[in-house]
């Protein structure tokens, strides 16, 4: 991002500002038709990115060139015209009424900007899918087999790309669900941030962590998984908390690929966590209809088994090193922490209207002005006029380019749809699986997983979603016993697992790769460690469809054993791993006790309590018979 004069990086600071200040207001006070609020976000986020994210390397650092102005004008041109005419864009009937010469003139200017943006200030990869999705609508019926697909005219490309608010494409319900939820849910992130909600959770993670053997390790871990609930971007989790946590971690012992690895494990996990989970949750909700509190409650224990394996990991290791825990003079005090506890008040607020079903806009607004109020009752939190201003600034620098990545994605969605090519892709997908339930979620994970390699997050969840969850519904309705109903969430969460844990695991991975750079290590073999630290992640994600009780369903009985086979499980992976469990092992324990924490992991064809037999078992065995003959001996 440029580094802008003083004029204009002021004035874009008060347009990024305002930008957000309205879009909390709606939240609060409700939001006018889809269509216009659809073009007034995209309005005000899209043509901003022109003047503050370079064309190329060599371009100028400190102000945008008369291009980037021409650029940020082409930008706005299509989505101002939306706003004036947003009754007959509403009022028209798609693919019926006559897509004019004006409209295919905006259209093109829609998505051509788009793209540029994308390439810009999101990712390459994602500018490259777009481009082959409206490839594929145009020439896809010459394509032979299950690949081929109607011939679409050019109008109607733009059309579905551009102006289908009821489907997909720039103005479909994945920009309405960012115009309006998601805008305000990081606004109140930004603001968590700027009234010092950050410090009271660094503190609180070295007070609680910083005192045991690796603290540094566990401080990063539960900072940055506090962190991850506001900042909505793994990488942004990285940079933040990173400074600080991956030095430490490097000081006391830990190489600079495993400290980054913690790290970016950590951070990505942060989108995981409840009660915020990150952009693609909103998403989710939007997409099944199921509210939100629902998906939060069902998403709690897999959140905490995540951190909860990391930091077995960090331990493990920590011990087998002979780590020391954090200096006494870094470790804050206990009443140092209790000086910011009343901040934790609107986080509260937030989940109460949450749970009580108000919509996520409008507790998200009653959080943020909670927050900024609070704020109010000591000095060290007080926010200055200048402070609140940087939040909403930070606030509409984050929108920015989830604005644009949404829209790209809904123009892949818009023309899967179109075409067929959800469909397409499925069968083929079910066609390798051959009926086998476990490869089609192997399949769908890779799938996943590779498409994380040049997609952000939430785009990623949502192309992957279109293509797998209804193969899960339809196979795992049969291997499960389980109506599509009962399917619907853990499909998506299923699927939203990996598309998490795609910014993390190797050969491309954003997360990885910022911590490799301040941990000044091997962006690949960081990406390997922050990958096997994240190991729950892979086995939550099939827990989801196989043990319902991982998400608070069924009886207490079954909640506790589904969490229980995970806990030994995990402990059992991460020990072997690392080569230690109470005392060192040697490689025929660590094969052994690795295969018993896989098997009771993923071998969901046995009994539950055998699986966690076999895992608690081998524990007992490892830990305790070698303690046993020392005291014989």
């Avoid at 093109?108 to 540029?116: F, N, P, Q």
């Avoid at 319900?173 to 959770?201: D, H």
């Avoid at 000081?251 to 690895?261: D, E, H, K, L, T």
């Avoid at 025929?588 to 018993?596: F, N, P, S, V």
């Amino acid at each position: 991002m440029r580094d802008l004069a003083a004029p204009l990086k002021l004035a874009l600071t008060l347009w990024m500002a305002a930008a957000a200040a309205i879009h909390l207001y709606f939240g609060g006070f409700g939001f006018p038709e889809p269509i216009t609020m659809r073009g007034f976000h995209l309005l005000v986020f899209v043509p901003p990115l022109f003047l503050l994210y370079p064309a190329r390397a060599s371009s100028p650092r400190a102000r945008p060139s008369l291009l980037d102005w021409l650029w940020a004008v082409a930008a706005a041109a299509p989505h101002a015209w939306v706003m004036a005419n947003w009754a007959a864009v509403s009022d028209r009937m798609e693919y019926v009424d006559p897509f004019t010469p004006t409209m295919v003139v905006l259209a093109v200017l829609a998505i051509v900007t788009l793209l540029e943006a994308t390439r810009r200030a999101v990712e390459v990869g994602l500018a490259w899918m777009i481009i082959a999705s409206l490839a594929y609508m145009q020439w896809g019926h010459w394509l032979p087999g299950v690949l081929n697909t109607r011939a679409f005219t050019p109008a109607e490309i733009l059309e579905a790309s551009w102006l289908v608010p009821t489907a997909g494409g720039v103005y479909g319900p994945l920009t309405g669900i960012v115009a309006t939820t998601i805008a305000v849910f990081i606004i109140f992130g930004s603001f968590m941030q700027g009234s010092g909600t950050g410090r009271l959770f660094s503190n609180l993670g070295a007070a609680v962590a910083g005192r045991y053997t690796g603290g540094p390790a566990k401080v990063a871990v539960i900072t940055s998984g506090l962190f991850g609930t506001m900042s909505g971007s793994s990488v942004s989790n990285v940079i933040t908390t990173g400074a600080m946590t991956i030095p430490l971690m490097q000081r006391i012992g830990y190489r600079p690929a495993v400290a980054g690895g913690i790290e970016s494990a950590a951070s990505v996990g942060g989108a995981l966590m409840p009660p915020v989970m990150g952009a693609a949750a909103f998403v989710m909700a939007e997409i099944t209809g199921i509210p939100y509190g629902q998906i939060v409650v069902a998403a709690a224990i897999g959140a905490v088994l995540y951190y909860f394996a990391i930091l077995v990991a960090v331990h493990v290791e920590a011990k087998k090193a002979g780590m020391a825990p954090m200096a006494a003079a870094d470790i804050p005090p206990w009443r140092e922490v209790l000086q910011d506890a009343h901040l934790v008040i609107p986080i509260g607020v937030l989940v109460w209207l949450m749970m009580a079903r108000w919509s996520g806009n409008f507790a998200a607004f009653c959080a943020t002005l909670t927050m900024i109020g609070i704020a109010f009752l000591r000095a060290r939190t007080r926010m200055s006029w200048r402070a609140v201003l940087d939040s909403l600034a930070n606030a509409g620098l984050t929108m920015a380019p989830l604005a644009v990545s949404i829209a790209g994605a809904g123009i892949v969605v818009s023309a899967l749809t179109a075409t067929g090519m959800v469909v397409a892709l499925g069968g083929i997908i079910k066609d390798i699986a051959a009926g086998s339930f476990p490869l089609l979620l192997i399949l769908l994970a890779v799938t996943v997983l590779v498409l994380g390699m040049g997609l952000p997050t939430t785009p990623s969840y949502i192309i992957a979603a279109a293509i797998g969850v209804p193969q899960i519904l339809e196979l795992g309705g049969r291997a499960l016993g389980m109506t599509p109903a009962e399917l619907l969430l853990p499909a998506h969460l299923f699927i939203f697992y990996f598309a998490v844990l795609a910014d993390a695991s190797p050969p491309v991975a954003a997360a990885a790769f910022a911590a490799a750079a301040i941990a000044r290590a091997s962006p690949l073999v960081t990406s390997i460690h922050a990958t096997r630290l994240g190991i729950a992640g892979f086995t939550v994600g099939f827990a989801f469809l196989y043990d319902p009780g991982i998400m608070l369903r069924g009886g207490l009985g079954g909640i506790l054993l589904a969490t229980g086979i995970q806990v030994v499980a995990l402990t059992a992976i991460c020990a072997a791993y690392a080569g230690f469990l109470l005392r060192p092992m040697g490689p025929a324990a660590r094969l052994a006790l690795a295969a018993a924490g896989l098997l009771a992991a993923f071998w969901h064809g046995v009994p539950d309590l055998l699986r966690f037999a076999v895992a608690a078992g081998s524990l007992l065995a490892f830990a305790g018979l070698p303690m046993l003959a020392a005291r014989r001996g």
